[in-house]
C-alpha cells in the first residue's frame, strides 16, 4: 500500500474506541467502559520506537458516546495516515462504520482492525469490510513492525506473525498465528 507522505512529516496514526450505541448492541446488554489499554499501550510502544517520524493521536468514541459518522471530524482535523480501531465483537457494527467512513473520506487511509472481534476471523472480516489490515490477537510487537515497512518503504512481506493484509491487487495475505507478549 502506497502512502501519499512526506519524509520531512511524520506518519500519522489515529487510534479509535469505538461507541456502539445500544440500539446497535443486543437489546438489554449493558455495555461498560474500560480505558482502551491495548491501544494506550501500542501508541506508547510507537512513540518509544519511532519518535519523531510518528504522530499518533487516539480518540476513545465509547467515552465520549460519539457515533461512527463523527469519525470525518477527526480525519479533517489530523489527516491521518493509519487509522486503528479496537473492538469488541458487540462493537463491531460501530468498527465496521468507522472504517466505511474513513474509506469514503480518503480511500489512501490504511484501516486497520484489532481487537477481540478481529481475533482469528480476518479472512471473514475482510470480505464484508472496507479495512486494509486486521491483526490477531494482541499487536504490542507486530503493529509497529508493520508501521516500520510502511516508514521505511519496505514490502509488508508475509513474516509478522498475526498480520493479515489486503495486498495491492486485492488478493489476501493471511496469518495464522497470533502475537504474544512472553515477558511483561
Known sequence: MTLEKNA?????ILFIKPYQSQS???KGMHLGYSPPLGLISIAATLR???AEKIDV???DMKVL???PELIVNYLKDFNP???GVSALNCEMSAAHKISENTKQYNTNIITVLGGPYALHRAEEIFYKSTFDWIFNGAADLTFPE??????TGEDLGNDIVGFNYRKEDNSLQLSSGQDSIEDL
Open 8 to 12: 520531512s512529516n511524520p506518519l500519522r
Open 24 to 26: 446497535q448492541s443486543k
Open 48 to 50: 518509544e520506537r519511532f
Open 57 to 59: 493521536r487516539m480518540v
Open 65 to 67: 458516546n460519539e457515533e
Open 81 to 83: 495516515h493509519i487509522v
Open 146 to 151: 508493520a508501521v516500520h515497512c510502511v516508514i
